[in-house]
């Protein structure tokens, strides 16, 4: 006899129970020891849940076509993927506000927090962080703008505290690093302040979850990566193929060439915009 595409599962005593793992539209016959027991044509199982049970407990008795529910196995996978979904709690300074708002509006596992950013008389930063006790346990990010010297300060201030509020860890999003272009010494006396400001940033205290992940973009050099201790993880991202995609939505994309400010550009991005035409300029005044 052929088998029919079924899954048939026994549990002493009877009843007996069928599983249909797939469409089917045959004369299914159930084996219990020595007895055969025609269970009766299945008609049709098009466009119907592929789970369906037939329940039987003797000869006489009807049989029963039981549909299996689904609803209850999705809402439980629903609710699993929901906890196992990283939580972030996203906090921002005044200038990357508008930016943070964007960045939740993409994700619903995003959460804006905010910081009481005031000045004392003097001019030094006030800081308060609300609801800090709220934050334990939780990923927490920090969205940052170093745009000038007198915003480091306040910013660092809270990058140092949020990792000691038990959180289970802690990412730094700085989109410019700032002192990228000071990474070397021409002469004897040039301070490389990528250097210090990289000394600066490897001391943020680590969290329950170890050291500080580091996200920044377009880094001026990518030896700079050394430059930071072993207390904070860089991860150095591109916009370039942001760029790349913006570049080739424009009409008249085949008639756009690319000027590198100078060799060392040109070295760092030219593989990834290798379909233009391209070029770098040259600065003279150092021959």
């Known amino acids: 006899m052929k088998t029919p595409a079924a899954f048939i599962s026994q549990k002493p005593p009877s009843p007996l129970f069928l599983k249909f793992t797939s469409n089917c539209n045959s004369r299914l016959l159930c084996a219990n020891r020595s007895q055969t027991i025609q269970c009766g044509q299945i ?3 098009e466009n119907q849940p592929q789970k369906w049970s037939i329940d039987f407990k003797s000869g006489s008795e009807p049989i029963h076509l039981i549909q299996n529910s689904t609803s209850t196995a999705a809402t439980s996978a629903s609710e699993s993927a929901s906890r196992t979904m990283k939580k972030v709690c996203l906090f921002y300074c005044p200038e990357t506000h508008s930016l943070a708002e964007r960045v939740a509006a993409q994700s ?18 006030n800081l308060f962080i609300p609801n800090a006790h ?11 703008s170093f745009s000038s010297p007198g915003k480091i300060f306040e910013q660092l201030s809270v990058i140092y505290a949020l990792p000691k509020l038990f959180v289970s860890s802690f990412t730094l999003v700085l989109p410019f690093f700032p002192t990228g272009t000071s990474e070397r010494m021409e002469d004897e006396g040039d301070v490389a302040t990528a ?14 979850g170890g050291p ?18 072993d207390t904070i993880l860089p991860c150095f991202e591109s916009a370039i193929p942001l760029l790349l995609n913006r570049l080739q939505q424009l009409p008249d994309s085949d008639n756009i060439s690319i000027a590198f400010p ?15 035409p391209m070029g770098a300029c040259i600065d003279f005044s150092h021959y």
Do not use: C, M
């Open 195 to 208: 250097f210090t400001l990289a000394r600066i940033l490897s001391n943020i205290p680590t969290s329950r």
């Open 262 to 276: 100078d060799d060392g550009a040109w070295k760092r991005f030219h593989k990834q915009l290798q379909h233009f």
């Open 134 to 144: 709220g934050i334990r346990g939780q990923h927490v990010a920090f969205l940052a």
């Open 43 to 45: 008609k049709s199982f």
């Open 108 to 125: 619903d596992a995003i959460e804006l927090r905010s910081i009481n950013w005031r000045k004392f008389k003097d001019g030094f930063p």
């Open 212 to 229: 500080t992940s580091l996200v920044t973009f377009d880094i001026h050099a990518l030896q700079e990566r050394f430059y930071f201790g």
